[in-house]
């Protein structure tokens, strides 16, 4: 469904994305993993059309898509959440999920009603009125996936949506991101929160200093030498090994 | 038209003017670079202050470059009253917020000078006023002589104090890194205040170099607004050199702009310069590029 | 708050049969000039309060469209009614270009205010230059009272017309209230990245709102010249037009149907009694504007019409 080949981007001096490439496949649950700064961010923002890309190429469902504005590719089903939440601070929670269903229905009356039902699917209907402000940073991320989901898109992509949650709330996001893949939506996401990624994902794209290291289901990737180093400094790998020996 | 004895006076004068706008962007940038407000109400300050210095002249005789003294130690306290006192409650704090705030004050200071004083044009006739220096190539006048040197000293002054003094590196790390500068014990909501009342003392200083050669009017604030803003985006949001560059820049286009475009229209070459600065480099010459 | 808004227009319809009751020439004027005050604050409310890009420049709409009524008629011999029409295309059109170079250069806040500013200046500045418009002398309407030429002896002819506009320009509040529009709209204001990820052009959109809200200026515009008949660069671009449109809508209310309409009322009634109190003395009661601007952001910022939830929420 997604296809980024050799992504690369540099900001001033500093190389950020360095010859990235992934493959995200139709109906799937794909991570992005890597230490802190590995370009993780970056990438999405330029595969969801915020930051463009000095190089390299990008297709989703077939169609090339690189310096596709956001908005236009949330229009053709590619949508993006944010890590640091971004509600509406002003609207409840209802007008926040109706704005996303507005790009499909034209009907405000039917947008707000459409709202309620996207808001029970994530099991926010107690909060349905609650102004968006009013919430905690667990139901902030909820409403950042509502609102995502309201747009119907194709492809998800969820930047770092258990960051910030407890061990209660992580449990709690986990069978919901499994349900919506259950849905028909493909998801790819980006997230620190190891036993999420492991435990949801198919397939795992490892990010260090900016260049893909390392590809393969969860299982080889948590065994592989390049991730540990990556993780835990050169030579971890080693030692690792040598202490169970 | 474009004779050296007709242009060079223009060019001289634009830039001696140019020196003291530079002094009153100073106020405006350092106030945008610490506290990240736009102070609509410079410009009535500035106005504020002339009439201060008018007065004292009529009412007590004290010559304008003599009232320096008096005019930047009261604009201080008057600046560091308004942010501590209005400013910071009336805007909770909120940008947005803060532009309507300081838009509120101008309006009020405006129209209160203008019900006080009405629009009569007050200008004032120290003895020295049509006195000239000659420079061999022009003849200068001396109040713009004087104000074009003024502006420098206090430039300078303001640098000193901003990078030598133990109240300048407060108000450098409150600028820099507000939440930081709490947490290592700076009294935040004092800084801002302190470099509001700066910013405000600047006006102070202008308006005694200004008046000589200029006059106070309830619409100065109005017309000194625009002009001050230019030259801090101009120069950069927060830069002193940028202010100093702006100002001296913004001092030439109004004179040669009246000089061949007539006094009136000559004035558009300003708002021409903001809306191309504001539109393609908004981080002005000098200023920090937004990434 | 959410007003109901079809309310609100029924109150203004309720209106109309006023200069049936009311004959004093002082208190139709009240009403008219507190009808164009409103409709300048739905015109400023739709752009700055609903969309949140707050213009200190609205002047430059409101002349370009006065501008645009007088001279059509003095220079073309055009109908004013057709002027009317004209000036409001015209004001949209100002607002097009102020808009198309602001937005598509990412000017927000701040920086948006300050360049909307400079546009209307730079508009006086050429309106008191060129002979064009009357340079600094302004521009006079002949006074030729007729229905058809949009001047009329009684007041309730321009009571009228300012109702119908005032109607106008709230209906299209209350649409983009409960408009897909309107929701983009609100978006852009509240989040422009999370605009974005939901599919929301910012900038079509934004363009959008100054377009309608120059529009609504420019009919304002008109209006004042049919009314006054005359113009000059001071009146229509200068500052009072753009403090006036940005004053309405913050102390009734911005973002809502019912604030500009309050804001019109409270501003126009401070105006006569201390109109009365001060003897007319000028400026004295632009300081009440201000002070009143200050006490409303200080204490109710979501503007007089906050007070009703805020007293419903105290009673509860």
Redesign the interface.
């Known amino acids: 469904m997604l296809e980024v080949a050799g992504i690369t981007k540099s900001f001033g001096g500093l190389i950020a994305v360095s010859e990235a490439s992934l493959s995200v496949r139709e109906g799937s649950i794909t991570a992005l993993i890597g230490p802190n700064g590995a370009g993780k961010t970056t990438l999405f923002g330029i595969i969801a059309g915020f930051i463009p890309a000095d190089r390299g190429a990008i297709w989703f469902a077939g169609k090339p898509i690189l310096g596709v504005p956001a908005h236009k590719l949330a229009r053709i089903g590619l949508v993006r959440t944010f890590q640091i939440v971004q509600p509406f601070a002003g609207l409840t929670v209802r007008e926040n999920i109706a704005v996303g269903c507005q790009l499909r229905e034209r009907s405000r009356v039917k947008a707000l009603a459409e709202a309620a039902e996207v808001a029970r699917r994530v099991g926010m209907d107690a909060l349905i009125d609650q102004p968006a402000a009013g919430l905690t940073i667990a139901g902030r991320k909820r409403l950042e996936l509502a609102r995502a989901l309201a747009t119907r898109p194709r492809l998800l992509l969820l930047d770092e949506v258990m960051a910030g949650l407890n061990p209660t709330e992580i449990a709690e996001l986990v069978p919901l991101v499994r349900a919506i893949r259950e849905s028909g939506v493909t998801l790819l996401l980006t997230e620190h929160v190891m036993q999420a990624v492991m435990g949801l994902a198919e397939q795992v794209y490892v990010l260090n200093n900016g260049r893909i290291i390392a590809d393969g289901p969860p299982a080889a990737i948590v065994a592989d030498a390049r991730v540990i180093e990556a993780y835990l400094g050169h030579g971890a790998a080693a030692r690792l090994k040598g202490a169970h020996a | 038209m474009f004779e050296m004895e007709i242009v060079l006076p223009a060019v001289l004068n634009g830039i001696a003017t140019g020196a003291v706008y530079a002094l009153v962007a100073l106020g405006l940038t350092l106030i945008y670079g610490v506290l990240h407000i736009v102070n609509f109400a410079h410009g009535s300050l500035l106005m504020l202050a002339l009439y201060g210095v008018y007065f004292l002249y009529t009412l007590l005789g004290i010559d304008p470059y003599v009232a320096l003294p008096i005019m930047v130690p009261v604009m201080f306290a008057l600046g560091y009253a308004l942010q501590r006192s209005v400013i910071a409650t009336a805007s909770h704090g909120r940008e947005d917020n803060i532009l309507l705030v300081t838009l509120g004050l101008s309006i009020i200071i405006d129209n209160l000078a203008l019900y006080l004083w009405s629009a009569d044009t007050r200008t004032i006739n120290p003895s020295y006023a049509f006195d000239t220096v000659d420079f061999g190539i022009a003849f200068i006048a001396v109040p713009k002589l004087v104000s074009f040197l003024g502006a420098l000293l206090v430039t300078v002054l303001l640098w000193l104090l901003i990078q030598r003094t133990d109240l300048g590196k407060a108000i450098r790390a409150v600028a820099r890194e507000r939440h930081g500068a709490r947490l290592v014990g700076i009294d935040v909501e004092h800084i801002f205040a302190m470099s509001f009342g700066i910013g405000i003392a600047c006006v102070g200083a202008a308006a005694c170099l200004l008046l000589p050669s200029y006059y106070a009017h309830p619409g100065v604030g109005e017309s000194f607004v625009i002009v001050a803003f230019t030259i801090v985006v101009l120069g950069g949001m927060g830069s002193f050199v940028g202010a100093l560059v702006g100002g001296i820049i913004i001092g030439l286009t109004e004179s040669l702009g009246g000089l061949f475009l007539g006094e009136n229209l000559g004035r558009i070459g300003i708002f021409v310069i903001f809306i191309a600065i504001l539109l393609f480099r908004p981080a002005g010459l000098f200023g920090q590029r937004a990434t | 708050m959410k007003t109901k808004g079809a309310l609100v227009i029924a109150l203004l319809v309720a209106l109309i049969p006023l200069p049936l009751l009311v004959h004093s020439d002082f208190w139709l004027h009240f009403a008219i000039m507190t009808l164009y005050f409103a409709l300048l604050g739905q015109a400023w409310n739709l752009l700055g309060g609903y969309g949140g890009q707050?213009s200190?420049g609205h002047a430059a709409f409101f002349g370009t469209g006065a501008y645009a009524a007088a001279m059509l008629q003095l220079d073309f011999g055009i109908s004013p009614w057709a002027g009317l029409v004209l000036a409001g295309l015209l004001g949209a059109a100002a607002g097009a270009l102020v808009g198309a170079?602001?937005f598509r250069?990412g000017?927000r806040?701040?920086?948006f205010?300050?360049?909307t500013?400079?546009?209307a200046?730079?508009f006086r500045?050429?309106a008191?230059?060129v002979p064009f418009t009357g340079a600094g002398v302004g521009l006079q309407i002949p006074l030729r009272q007729s229905a058809a030429n949009f001047q009329f002896a009684d007041k309730a002819g321009f009571y009228a017309v300012i109702l119908a506009l005032t109607v106008l320009a709230t209906g299209l509040a209350w649409w983009i209230e409960?408009?897909?529009f309107?929701?983009?709209l609100?978006?852009v204001?509240?989040?422009e990245?999370?605009?974005?990820?939901?599919?929301?052009?910012?900038d079509r959109t934004k363009l959008g709102a100054i377009l309608i809200s120059g529009a609504l200026s420019g009919l304002a515009g008109s209006f004042y010249v049919q009314y006054y008949l005359y113009i000059d660069p001071r009146i229509a671009y200068g500052?009072e037009v753009s403090?006036a449109a940005?004053l309405v809508p913050?102390i009734g209310g911005t973002g809502t149907v019912l604030g500009p309409l309050v804001g019109a009322l409270a501003l126009r009634t401070l105006n006569e009694v201390s109109g009365g109190l001060t003897g007319g003395?000028?400026?004295?009661n632009?300081?009440l504007?201000?002070?009143l601007?200050?006490?409303i952001?200080?204490f109710l910022?979501d503007g007089l019409v906050s007070l009703v939830t805020r007293l419903r929420r105290r009673h509860a």
Request: hydrophobic share 60%.
């Open positions: 707050r200190f170079l602001s250069y000017l806040g701040s920086y205010a300050l360049v500013l400079a546009f200046e730079v500045i050429v008191d230059s409960n408009s897909r309107g929701a983009a609100v978006a204001r509240e989040n990245n999370a605009a974005r990820a939901l599919g929301i052009d910012i500052v403090v940005l913050l003395a000028p400026g004295l632009l300081v504007y201000g002070a601007l200050i006490v952001l200080a910022p």
